[in-house]
């Protein structure tokens, strides 16, 4: 097969200015911590240190909560819903007008492709608080309480926290919807991913964001259990793992302490015998390699009808081979690097799991850079649903292959895990599509498409993947009092 070869295009860093420190952004100002600890964010792909970040102590979650109750009870709950939205659409211009500058950070920080941060996350953003803005001034008729009796009344101070595969479209999820129905933030974005949301802290500043209707808090595991368990938090926001997701739950059962919760995934992507093959094989390298696989939606087991097995391994082998794996700022980069030391690991352990239990591993030839965290993209056959890499979640560059006969088969191998989040349908059959999509037991379902989203479109998943919803008009409920005077 004919390759390319590529000149390097790397896009430029000049474009960012990243401060050697950051402190805490409470109260519209970044101030020190009152504990004084740091921690370091580094580039995964060259695992240089970026900046010192200040990690909060829980006397500074006080403050945060402090300040954004102040400014719930004596601004932004008394602001007209048609004012709170004139703030998004500014927040969301100026996100535009800045894209560049948060593409190139986002890459930098996170470690992937500088084209899916500049195509993707970006521009998602934007679109997220222009989506909300619209909805600022309408919520009386957005079917959130009787009709008649008026808007819907926030539920007051929000704690939000944030995963680090996403970290400034997360943070669009979260703020959007929570300041468009009038409630304030305390958002804690992961300890691996700040800046995006540091920098978001100077938007909030530019666009003139009345103070403490935002508060930003960086820290690890101690600062969000602080977070959680504060007594000031209204509602709860968590995107991340499962394990951490309950541990969120059990804390506050028994208080008044409402929650969201969007969490680890395993989905099935599942191509018939009449599906357009050449069109499944893009959208199942989509669905697993896009992001290197950190995605809670990832289509990480792909279902495939016997009778075509063999011919879509062997064209998804032939593409594979084309990706091309390395700096993330290359604009060329498709498969960037890993985010974490640890996420490597984890990674790393699991597909040593699928060999040992007798699955077939596959590489497509690539060069891997010596320094940074980096991971070929591997494509597992013979794989049993008995397998860990069929049941636990990667979150990498991992494709476990699994075959079908039938529909029914298709159905109860998909559902055959604690997951459930998204899938995928690849047939030519439009009654096949909706029948499947009433038997699959995920909150998302793609027909001959994956990893589409739209911020009119509500997200969410079942059982061990989470409840609640983030996105379009059912991501705007659990932001406001289920009942008038509650």
């Known amino acids: 097969m004919p390759t390319f070869n590529y000149a390097p295009a790397p896009e430029s860093r000049a474009v960012v200015d990243i401060a050697s420190s950051y402190g805490l952004f409470i109260g519209g100002e970044f101030v020190e911590s009152a504990g004084g600890a740091t921690f ?208 969120i739950a059990r804390s506050i059962a ?7 919760l969007e969490l680890g995934g395993k989905a099935a992507n599942i191509v018939f015998d009449d599906a357009p093959l050449d069109q499944a094989v893009e959208g199942i390298v989509n669905g697993i390699f896009f992001n290197q696989g950190q995605v809670c939606c990832a289509g990480s087991r792909l279902l495939v009808q016997e009778s075509i097995a063999e011919a879509v391994e062997a064209k998804l082998k032939r593409r594979l081979a084309t990706l091309r794996v390395g700096d993330p700022m290359d604009k060329n980069t498709d498969v960037g690097a890993i985010n974490s030391r640890a996420q490597l690991d984890r990674i ?34 013979g794989v049993a649903q008995t397998h860990r890499i069929a049941q636990e979640e990667i979150f990498g560059p991992v494709l476990s292959v699994l075959t079908f006969r039938t529909p029914g088969e298709a159905v109860a191998k998909a559902n055959n895990t604690p997951y459930g989040l998204s899938a995928g349908i690849w047939t030519d059959k439009g009654s096949r599509i909706l029948w499947m999509a009433d038997q699959l037991k995920a909150g998302v379902v793609w027909a001959n498409t994956f990893n589409k989203f739209d911020p009119t479109s509500p997200f969410g998943g079942y059982k061990e993947s989470g409840y609640g919803r983030e996105g379009g008009r059912h991501g705007l409920a659990p932001y406001v009092q289920e009942e008038q005077g509650a």
């Open 40 to 247: 370091k964010t580094i580039s995964p792909a060259t695992e240089e240190v970026l900046a010192e970040i200040t990690e909060a102590s829980a006397d500074d979650v006080d403050r945060a909560v402090a300040a954004a109750r102040t400014a719930y009870s004596r601004v932004w709950s008394r602001m007209s819903g048609a004012d709170r939205g004139k703030y998004l659409f500014r927040i969301a211009r100026i996100l535009q007008e800045r894209a560049r500058e948060f593409a190139v950070l986002e890459t930098l920080d996170n470690g992937k492709p500088i084209k899916e941060s500049r195509d993707v996350d970006i521009p998602c953003a934007a679109a997220h608080f222009f989506y909300h803005a619209g909805w600022a001034d309408k919520l009386e008729y957005a079917g959130l309480t009787a009709p008649g009796s008026g808007p819907p009344r926030p539920v007051g101070v929000v704690g939000q926290i944030i995963p680090w595969n996403f970290p400034l479209l997360m943070l669009a999820w979260k703020i959007a919807p929570a300041l468009a129905t009038g409630n304030t933030v305390v958002l804690k974005p992961a300890e691996t991913t700040p800046l995006t949301a540091l920098l978001f802290a100077q938007v909030c500043q530019q666009a003139d964001l009345p103070p403490g209707v935002v508060n930003i808090i960086t820290g690890a595991g101690p600062t969000g259990q602080a977070l959680v368990e504060h007594e000031g938090i209204d509602k709860i926001a968590f995107t991340g793992s499962t394990g951490v997701g309950k541990a």
């Open 348 to 381: 790393t352990e699991l597909t040593q799991a699928g060999e040992d239990e007798g699955a077939t591993r596959w590489s497509p030839e690539c060069e891997l850079p010596a320094k940074g965290f980096w991971f070929a993209p591997t494509v597992f056959t």
């Open 254 to 260: 028994g208080t008044r302490t409402r929650a969201t």
